[in-house]
């Protein structure tokens, strides 16, 4: 019996943190451990480039960063495939189909995108290739025929505009060749999209104010040690708010069952007074190391052998490929397009 297809994957623009860690990164490693789906995971460097065309060094080095990062989380090569995007060409193909069924305005109306070209401070010079990613986008879910995709829950426009392409592709050219996939979504709404440590917007790697899997556990404490907290509990007695502090938001992204009761009698001791924000923070911190320490350690131990690591990608993208082509030919033929 055929398996149901996952495609999931991050654009490599610096190593992966925290927030990619509990927004996809880990759901993805409970999936593939559930050995019901067949996996594809990939690094979107042509994605990547839309807005980081002419500095390709950021992106060129994170394929090995993010490639360790995805390791030392647990995602196993021989359980998934593991690919990077601009080694299938038949993915840029794709997307130059899909472009013809898709508006401008509709890009333009894309939450996910009108927010990150307002972060990135694009202003009117807005590259054509970071406008239409989401069609990039489509056509690598549809390359793999991808019944499910794990994202934050951010990404759910995105979702979204991959449903309504493969919808028009298969009215248009009267076929079924295209998957209509769904997202999966964090089953923890507080990890869905993580704050930074500063309370503002996500984490992002471009605001700097995020915990990265690679950071060793000296800044670790320094940045939980840091983080926002309530700027009116000034004195240990005062009462102080758990809404919008990021101590007591990590705590319920972090904390597991057992840690509940303990969250709950904090929670509530700090709203009526009487509990620093340095005792919290520690508390906080110990929850994450437990997280975080044998993620850096693998991760630590994968970096020994880089080559290994690169013959990984390599042998993941060669197996994509032929996938994506196999698509690429429904597709061409579906739009009466394989002449010969």
């Given at each position: 019996?055929?398996?149901?297809?996952?495609?999931?994957?991050?654009?490599?623009?610096?190593?992966?943190?925290?927030?990619?860690?509990?927004?996809?990164?880990?759901?993805?490693?409970l999936?593939?451990?559930?050995?019901?789906?067949?996996?594809?995971?990939?690094?979107?460097?042509?994605?990547?480039?839309?807005?980081?065309a002419?500095?390709?060094?950021?992106?060129?080095?994170?394929?090995?960063?993010?490639?360790l990062?995805?390791?030392?989380?647990?995602?196993?090569?021989?359980?998934?495939?593991?690919?990077?995007?601009?080694?299938?060409?038949e993915?840029?193909?794709?997307?130059?189909?899909?472009?013809?069924?898709?508006?401008?305005?509709?890009?333009?109306?894309?939450?996910?995108?009108?927010?990150e070209?307002?972060?990135?401070?694009?202003?009117?010079?807005?590259?054509?290739?970071?406008?239409?990613?989401?069609?990039?986008?489509?056509?690598?879910?549809?390359?793999?025929?991808?019944?499910?995709?794990?994202?934050?829950?951010?990404?759910?426009?995105?979702i979204?505009q991959?449903?309504?392409?493969?919808?028009s592709?298969?009215?248009t050219?009267?076929?079924?060749?295209?998957?209509?996939?769904e997202?999966?979504?964090?089953?923890?709404?507080?990890?869905?999209?993580?704050?930074?440590?500063?309370?503002?917007?996500?984490?992002?790697?471009?605001?700097?104010?995020?915990?990265?899997?690679?950071?060793?556990?000296?800044?670790?404490?320094?940045?939980?040690?840091s983080?926002?907290t309530?700027?009116?509990h000034?004195?240990?007695?005062?009462?102080?708010?758990?809404?919008?502090?990021?101590v007591f938001?990590y705590?319920?992204?972090f904390?597991?069952?057992?840690?509940?009761?303990e969250?709950?009698?904090m929670?509530?001791?700090?709203?009526?007074?009487?509990?620093g924000?340095?005792?919290?923070?520690?508390?906080?911190?110990?929850?994450?190391?437990?997280?975080?320490?044998?993620?850096?350690?693998?991760?630590?131990?994968?970096?020994?052998?880089?080559?290994?690591?690169?013959?990984?990608?390599?042998?993941?993208?060669?197996?994509?490929?032929?996938?994506?082509?196999?698509?690429?030919?429904?597709?061409k033929?579906?739009?009466?397009?394989?002449?010969?």
């Open positions: 019996m055929t398996k149901p297809i996952i495609l999931t994957g991050d654009r490599p623009t610096g190593k992966l943190h925290i927030g990619h860690y509990v927004g996809s990164l880990k759901n993805r490693v999936l593939q451990n559930q050995d019901k789906y067949d996996m594809f995971v990939f690094l979107a460097d042509q994605q990547a480039l839309t807005d980081y002419k500095t390709p060094d950021k992106v060129i080095e994170s394929i090995g960063n993010v490639a990062d995805y390791l030392a989380a647990g995602l196993d090569p021989d359980k998934v495939t593991i690919f990077i995007q601009s080694q299938i060409p993915l840029a193909e794709l997307t130059m189909y899909y472009m013809n069924l898709v508006s401008l305005a509709r890009l333009e109306r894309n939450p996910t995108v009108k927010t070209i307002a972060q990135k401070g694009f202003g009117e010079s807005i590259p054509t290739g970071f406008l239409v990613y989401p069609i990039s986008q489509a056509a690598d879910i549809t390359a793999f025929k991808a019944n499910f995709v794990p994202v934050g829950t951010d990404q759910k426009p995105m979204e991959t449903r309504e392409i493969v919808r592709f298969n009215h050219y009267q076929t079924d060749v295209l998957v209509e996939p997202g999966i979504f964090p089953e923890n709404e507080a990890a869905g999209r993580l704050p930074g440590l500063d309370g503002n917007a996500k984490m992002s790697k471009s605001l700097n104010n995020g915990i990265y899997l690679a950071d060793d556990a000296d800044t670790v404490r320094k940045k939980v040690m983080m926002y309530d700027p009116d000034i004195r240990v007695e005062d009462p102080g708010k758990i809404e919008g502090n990021m938001h705590l319920d992204v904390g597991r069952a057992e840690d509940q009761d969250i709950a009698a929670k509530e001791h700090y709203q009526r007074g009487g509990l924000d340095v005792k919290t923070k520690r508390y906080l911190l110990e929850i994450m190391e437990r997280e975080l320490a044998p993620i850096r350690e693998r991760r630590l131990e994968f970096a020994k052998d880089m080559g290994e690591v690169y013959r990984m990608l390599e042998k993941g993208s060669q197996k994509a490929r032929e996938t994506a082509s196999q698509t690429l030919s429904d597709v033929a579906a739009m009466g397009i394989n002449y010969f």
